[in-house]
């Protein structure tokens, strides 16, 4: 079982800046994938970021190349987005996701979620 909790999501005119957070606890020490969804309104829920597990190599849809920095701290399990030069289409619910497998690719067989944190960017 992984329990995963977010943190850090608030309200930002365009052009700022917020950096989520997301800890994920697992009883057995199993290795934990994890990464970054988001959800508009209205809209289907979609992949935003995910690192592998050696920490390394990030993922990012194109929306956000560039202005989002994925990062995690593997001896923590704790994973961040960092959200620069924020657009208002970025307004969503974040959600924070993990699972124990390899398999999947970057944003497939996600198992465990977060409760998700509100983005809300300004025009």
């Known amino acids: 079982q992984v329990h995963v909790a977010e943190s850090g999501g608030g309200s930002v005119q365009a052009g700022g800046s917020l950096k989520l957070s997301c800890e994920a606890s697992e009883s057995s020490g199993s290795t934990i994938w994890m990464a970054w969804f988001r959800q508009a309104p209205g809209k289907e829920r979609e992949g935003v970021a995910a690192i592998l597990n050696d920490g390394v190599t990030p993922f990012y849809t194109d929306s956000v190349k560039g202005r989002f920095t994925i990062s995690r701290d593997s001896a923590k399990n704790t994973l961040y987005l960092q959200m620069n030069n924020l657009k208002p289409e970025d307004t969503a619910i974040y959600y924070c996701?993990?699972?124990?497998?390899?398999?999947?690719?970057?944003?497939?067989?996600?198992?465990?979620w977060g409760q998700g944190t509100q983005v809300t960017v300004s025009s």
């Open positions: 996701a993990a699972r124990l497998s390899s398999g999947g690719g970057y944003f497939g067989a996600y198992k465990y």
